[in-house]
């Protein structure tokens, strides 16, 4: 892991504020390879060095990782000068955590959204060369039929003449469609239907990998996930089983994704 420092090492891997971790600090409470030590700004490798705060040990690799249902009108930014983010969704105390959204929905879409302070795993989920799935949950103006289908598979080219790779869809009830897309360009699913002379009233993406949004989570609301969850992330089970996963709770997911 690469250094740090001491004040925001405490601060993102504890449950205390930032003021609470600056009066531990001047009251000699917190310890670097058992050497007091009161000055915050240190810089401290969490891999090579043990800090322990009133004695106890402060684990270095605990990232925070979160998924978010995301409502209508916040943008995936951790600051902005007009628009609420998708950051203030969350309480101070996860705020200060320095967790940033790990991709991107448009400002009018909805669904899942990861946040998280591992710079690396954001990484690996957004690499163009992981191909990590993501799959979105479109409301179409005119419902997908075979030919549209089969375009997208082939790869669809948009209105700049930018190439898309190929994207597996299927129709759903009531004029939706599941998609599934292994890259993320400006605006892609909207613009994949444009191409195709279609119109995207509304989208809500659904999974990311094999980790699909709980259909309960209300919009705005939130989970801490855990180790196998980023595991399921990482390692998509297959849209036919996805596809299956999301028609079962369909009532569910399209209330949330209706325009
Ligand atoms: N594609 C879009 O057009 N919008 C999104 O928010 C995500 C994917």
Known sequence: MAEIRLDKFLANRSNYSRSEVKSLLRNG????DSVVES?????????????????????G?????????????YICATEDRTHRTVLDLFPESLRIKGVFPAGRLDIDSTGLVLLTDDGKFAHDILAP????????????RNPIGDSEISALAGGIVLSDQTHCLPAQAKAFPDGYALICLHE??????KRMFA????HVESLHRVAVGGLILPENLRPGGYLELVHKDLVRM???PGFDSICEQILRN???YSINASP
């Open 29 to 32: 409470a917190v310890r670097v």
């Open 39 to 59: 000055d915050g700004s240190r810089k401290i490798d969490p891999d090579a060095q043990l800090v322990t705060c009133q004695g106890k040990q402060i684990q």
């Open 61 to 73: 690799g605990s990232h925070l990782y979160l998924i978010l249902n995301k409502p209508q009108g």
């Open 129 to 140: 060369g992981k191909h990590i799935p993501k799959y979105y949950l479109v409301k179409l």
């Open 184 to 189: 993320g360009k400006y605006h892609q699913v």
């Open 195 to 198: 191409a195709l002379e279609n």
């Open 234 to 236: 990482l390692k998509a």
């Open 250 to 252: 369909f009532s569910s």
